[in-house]
């Protein structure tokens, strides 16, 4: 039988999540929005518009878009396509609750379904959705390869998949002050707005994040036809998209 002592020495653990996990998210979904802009100078908008316009839609599309957070990128998609439906999975429901809080406001809830899940085990069918987005995500996923198995599986034959992932800025001018604004800037301000330490976990997540030429690779281990990354603002995000071939996944 485990003493008391032992029991208050494991009550902390207890309350310890894991990095890049839902509950982390929970913890700062409140001013996950304030810090993107803050922390990205406002330019997380204009990412995600190229996000949208890299998928290349036709009519009334329908869309999965994981991670979806508190529903920017889903907004963004329903903007530049207002016949879309789009499918929101998230693991946080903190952060679905902004979205969907969001999406009502805008009178969009019969163009949203948002969910609680995660990208290595998606409840859609076989060649469902017509497009894949998923951004500032695909780094919390402990399995990656999975997870783009499982979008290459729901995507149609044809269909875009959409990576938008941070990265590591390049450039011999700029390059070192952006590099300084992630790796020092970035973590500091948002644990200090967020009154979080979970944003240190930034910085460490980019810097082990794969770089392009290995993400195009798993891309292509799973049944996907990767295209050429798009670097934006100095490679400090970088788009991946992908198209799903005709044979299975």
């Given at each position: 039988m485990r003493s008391s002592g032992d029991a208050r020495a494991a009550a902390p653990a207890a309350r310890e999540v894991a990095p890049g996990s839902g509950a982390m998210f929970d913890r700062i979904a409140r001013r996950?929005?304030?810090?993107?802009?803050?922390?990205?100078?406002?330019?997380?908008?204009?990412?995600?518009?190229r996000t949208a316009a890299a998928l290349e839609l036709g009519a009334a599309p329908r869309v999965l878009d994981l991670?979806?957070?508190?529903?920017?990128?889903?907004?963004?998609?329903?903007?530049?396509h207002p016949d879309?439906?789009?499918?929101?999975?998230?693991?946080?429901?903190?952060?679905?609750?902004?979205a969907r809080d969001k999406i009502a406001r805008r009178g969009l809830a019969r163009s949203v379904e948002l969910q609680v899940g995660i990208a290595e085990q998606l409840p859609l069918a076989d060649a469902s959705v017509d497009a894949v987005t998923i951004a500032f995500g695909l780094r919390n996923v402990p399995d990656r390869e999975r997870a783009l198995r499982e979008m290459a599986r729901v995507t149609r034959p044809g269909g875009r998949v959409a990576?938008?992932?941070?990265?590591?800025?390049?450039?011999?001018?700029l390059?070192?002050?952006?590099?300084?604004?992630?790796?020092?800037?970035?973590?500091?301000?948002?644990?200090?707005?967020?009154?979080?330490?979970e944003y240190r976990y930034l910085e460490r997540s980019i810097a082990a994040f794969p770089p392009p030429e290995e993400v195009a690779a798993m891309m292509v281990r799973a049944g996907l036809e990767p295209r050429r990354p798009r670097r934006?603002?100095?490679?400090?995000?970088?788009?991946?998209?992908?198209?799903?071939?005709?044979?299975?996944?």
């Open positions: 996950y929005d304030l810090l993107n802009r803050v922390l990205s100078l406002g330019l997380d908008r204009a990412w995600r518009r991670a979806t957070g508190t529903g920017d990128l889903a907004l963004a998609i329903l903007r530049r879309a439906t789009v499918v929101g999975i998230d693991p946080s429901a903190a952060m679905l609750a902004i990576v938008l992932e941070l990265g590591e800025p390049r450039g011999r001018v390059g070192p002050l952006a590099r300084f604004h992630i790796h020092r800037v970035v973590p500091r301000l948002g644990a200090l707005l967020s009154g979080a330490r934006l603002t100095l490679g400090a995000c970088n788009l991946f998209v992908a198209v799903r071939g005709g044979g299975p996944c």
